[in-house]
């Protein structure tokens, strides 16, 4: 399978919907729209692909979504997931502005096959790829994560992934983590996640350190979970890539088949 076309269907088949709240405490469904709520306060929300309405219809079911949402008194940041190939996004875009959603960088969505890329990458003198599951080391790559991005120091993905690996502990197709290091420090991580019922896993969470890209870690850190894809069945990968690792994917063959849009929302200072 490489067609476009072909692999877009797979996207918006097997991956969009409730296949996107893997760790969600709650999933809520109004209408065409699918809300996951989890133990952090963190709001996330979806539509479905094929939703078409008017403007004005679509204004009002973001009123209904938002509203209560955004007044929870434990909520401390919503994400919207939008898509730019579906109908409704000209008009979804224009009302989650007028509620204060912020959009963030446009990333592309990649597939191709999990063999392409389970190819073994020479790494620099003295870097190591390993999984990891200990506390310890899930929080060291979340640190490291959240500097790579420049976004403050929180504990909040750290415990999200800790409450996944503790949940999943013994599933062999659950989420893993995999991290490179030198001299026991983390410098790049990312992590699979199989989507169970499909032939498709995901790769996430991809950070490198500045001051090391270009040196192939990043490139031998997607193998490593290639190939661990492959042992587990899954024959397909996606990602939504940044303009750094789109390029390492596509090299490999891999199609954008559409973009994405993440809009954002955060309580303003002193009113959480």
């Known amino acids: 399978m490489s067609d476009t076309t072909d692999l877009l269907h797979v996207y918006d088949h097997d991956l969009r919907g409730e296949r996107e709240f893997s760790s969600a405490a709650g999933v809520e469904r109004h209408g065409p729209v699918l809300v996951g709520r989890y133990g952090s306060g963190r709001g996330f929300v979806v539509h479905d692909p094929d939703w078409q309405a008017p403007a004005s219809e679509v204004a009002r079911v973001v009123e209904d979504v ?32 007028a509620h204060g959603l912020v959009p963030d960088e446009i990333e592309s969505v990649m597939l191709g096959h999990a063999a392409d890329l389970a190819v073994e990458v020479p790494l620099p003198d003295g870097v190591s790829i390993r999984r990891v599951t200990d506390e310890a080391d899930v929080r060291a790559m979340s640190a490291m994560a959240d500097a790579v991005f420049g976004d403050p120091p929180s504990d909040r993905i750290a415990n999200e992934l800790l409450h996944r690996l ?7 197709e659950g989420m893993s983590l995999w991290v490179a290091e030198t001299n026991g420090e983390i410098v790049s991580c990312g992590r699979l996640e199989p989507v169970p019922g499909t032939e498709v896993a995901g790769l996430w969470g991809g950070a490198t350190r500045a001051d090391l890209r270009r040196r192939g870690i990043y490139r031998a850190l997607t193998a490593a ?33 559409t973009t994405t849009t993440p809009y954002e929302w955060r309580p303003e200072p002193g009113t959480a």
Do not use: M
């Not at 997931?81 to 224009?94: F, I």
């Not at 503790?166 to 062999?172: L, S, Y």
């Not at 042992?231 to 789109?246: A, N, V």
């Open 66 to 97: 938002l509203t209560p949402l955004l007044a929870g008194a434990d909520v401390t940041n919503v994400e919207w997931k939008t898509r730019g190939h579906d109908p409704v996004q000209p008009a979804l875009h224009d009302a989650l502005l």
């Open 166 to 172: 503790d949940r999943e502990a013994g599933a062999p």
């Open 225 to 257: 979970r290639a190939r661990h894809a492959l042992d587990l069945g899954f024959t397909l990968l996606h990602s939504d890539c940044s303009p750094y690792s789109r390029p390492i994917l596509a090299r490999s063959g891999f199609v954008e088949v």
